[in-house]
């Protein structure tokens, strides 16, 4: 999964980029309005927007404003003081999925963007299927028949990204932008190492990573 967090308390925003980051999640972070407003503009792979509303330069009701007159449905979880309430309706208003008030629990906003993540994918599960292959978002595990893989940070989110899209073709360049932040340099032959490494791990069974050369990677099923 891919998020933009809007903050501009640094300390807060090195607490939420360690959490996250540690939950498997490719993280970006910007620390004003204007910056998280021309972020969105440039990159659509977002999954999810964690925003503060008193960002400097731009007000982040203003930044969700402009986001929903974009018609983007990108799940917005806002944070803010506990005393703005006025703000919070008016953000829920403005197109918000969520509001967190400062101070909160660093797990139960994990536990919220999972959440928000999920539904905007249009699912209230927690796990993918294909086949005999489940890939459980909240707990990071994928099976198949039942038996645990062994994968990397790196190729989970690869298998992820995959399973989100099954069936369908996902490119080189979508993979960089769904796989990794900003200044993180992924050339096409690591992308190509990378599934490498996961074909051999779920290829076991009737579950294959088709190659269309040129173009990109599509998890499948074989028929049998």
């Known amino acids: 999964m891919r998020i933009l967090i809007a903050e501009d308390d640094q300390v807060l925003a090195d607490g939420l980029l360690r959490t996250l980051r540690a939950s498997g999640a490719a993280v970006d972070h910007v620390a004003s309005g204007t910056e998280a407003d021309a972020a969105l503009l440039t990159n659509t792979e977002f999954d999810l927007l964690i925003l503060d509303l008193g960002l400097p330069r731009m007000h982040g009701l203003e930044v969700l404003k402009r986001l929903r007159a974009r018609g983007s449905a990108l799940p ?5 003081a506990a005393d703005s309430v006025e703000e919070r309706v008016k953000g829920l208003d403005y197109g918000a999925d969520d509001y967190m008030a400062k101070p909160f629990s660093l797990q139960e906003l994990e536990a919220r963007v999972r959440a928000l993540i999920r539904r905007g994918m249009g699912g209230a599960s927690s796990t993918i299927k294909h086949g005999p ?3 459980d978002q909240a707990g990071r595990v994928a099976t198949i028949d039942g038996q645990m893989l062994e994968l990397s940070a790196r190729e989970l989110g690869l298998l992820e990204v995959l399973l989100q899209r099954a069936g369908r073709l996902v490119s080189k360049d979508q993979l960089v932008e769904r796989l990794c932040e900003w200044g993180e340099e992924v ?3 690591a992308i190509e190492v990378y599934i490498h490494r996961l074909r051999k791990k779920i290829e076991k069974g009737p579950i294959r990573i088709a190659t269309v050369r040129g173009l990109g990677y ?3 099923k074989i028929p049998g």
């Open 218 to 220: 599509c998890l499948e």
């Open 76 to 80: 917005v979880l806002i944070l803010t």
């Open 133 to 135: 292959l489940v890939y």
């Open 187 to 189: 050339s096409n032959n």
